[in-house]
């Protein structure tokens, strides 16, 4: 066995010169031929021609600066991605795998990438204006403007990582205006809620409870407004939804504070500090002077009379039953 072991071993050595020598090249364009005309290469081609086509519309969206359609488009370039690296992953060869990746792969991801963030805002915004409009669910509202928020940021710096292009300007407007649209209409949401229960209800121990969030969100809605890059647009949004809303908390805010300076002085009454109690109430009267200024400076609707008898009443309760 050792014998035809080393026989064999020095025949292949005696031999091998002459086999570098007579033996056909296998060149690299020959793999490459051979592999082309392979079932997985014409099936990577012809998906990564489909990809092709696919982005090249979806680049001409990105560049005329269409919103709506740069989202019609991305799910169908995103899914023929997958279908296309997944054909390449079946073709024999590192350098053939490579060359196709490079031709269709690489130039799909850039457009992706490019708009992965603006089109994840432009779907948020919508689902945001759907739930406050046509779902009425807005618990969602303060976490999908914060998710919002972060999208935002993620967009500038995955542009600034990857070196990519500015998109077209009209693509962050129309965005920025969305934006500002869904925090408007939240806006009047809680600026119709206040005005009901001051003017239909005439409660204002109600409207009391929805105060806070209508200011806050009087602020929110001014803020994403002022980023909005268009004057005219901004203008329009001030006057349909931010001026009404700051007529109504003119109208409501010395009346919140009576009741809340009510509810402060109940509370040190109950506390037993009944000397801090009647100092707090002393503030009453001139609540009520700036209530009557404001409306008349501003030219305001005067709040239904019950509003101020409902006040005057919860007064009389704490006075009579703490002595005050």
Do not use: C
């Not at 090249?25 to 031929?33: E, L, Q």
């Not at 948020?124 to 999208?151: G, S």
């Not at 001139?286 to 239904?304: N, S, T, V």
């Amino acid at each position: 066995m050792k014998k035809a072991l080393l026989t064999g071993i020095s025949a292949a050595m005696l031999l091998s010169p002459f086999v570098a020598i007579t033996a056909p090249a296998t060149s690299a364009a020959a793999v490459t031929a051979t592999v082309a005309a392979s079932p997985a290469y014409k099936e990577a081609v012809t998906q990564g021609n489909v990809l092709a086509s696919r982005v090249k519309a979806y680049s001409a969206a990105i560049n005329s600066g269409d919103i709506v359609a740069i989202d019609a488009l991305y799910d169908g370039v995103t899914k023929q991605l997958k279908v296309v690296e997944s054909s390449i992953g079946k073709v024999s060869g590192a350098a053939n795998r490579a060359e196709l990746l490079s031709k269709y792969v690489t130039p799909a991801k850039k457009e992706i990438e490019r708009t992965i963030y603006e089109v994840s805002q432009y779907r948020l915004v919508l689902n945001i204006l759907m739930n406050l409009t046509e779902n009425e669910e807005y618990e969602a509202y303060d976490a999908d403007m914060t998710k919002l928020e972060r999208l935002k940021k993620r967009a500038v710096a995955i542009k600034e990582a990857g070196k990519y292009s500015p998109l077209h300007a009209d693509i962050n407007l129309d965005l920025r205006y969305l934006e500002a649209g869904a925090a408007s209409v939240n806006l009047s949401i809680y600026d119709m809620t206040v005005e009901y229960f001051v003017d239909e209800e005439e409660e204002i121990f109600e409207a009391e409870l929805y105060y806070d969030d209508l200011t806050r969100y009087l602020k929110q809605a001014e803020s994403k407004i002022g980023q909005v890059p268009s004057p005219k647009a901004r203008v329009k949004l001030l006057a349909d939804f931010v001026q009404p809303a700051k007529v109504t908390v003119e109208r409501v805010k010395y009346e919140v504070s009576q009741v809340r300076l009510l509810d402060k002085v109940e509370v040190l009454a109950k506390a037993g500090k009944i000397t801090e109690a009647k100092a707090e109430l002393a503030k009453l009267d001139r609540l009520r002077d700036r209530a009557a200024a404001i409306k008349e400076a501003g030219k305001y609707q005067a709040l239904p009379k019950a509003v101020d008898a409902d006040i005057r009443f919860y007064e009389q309760q704490l006075r009579a039953q703490y002595k005050l």
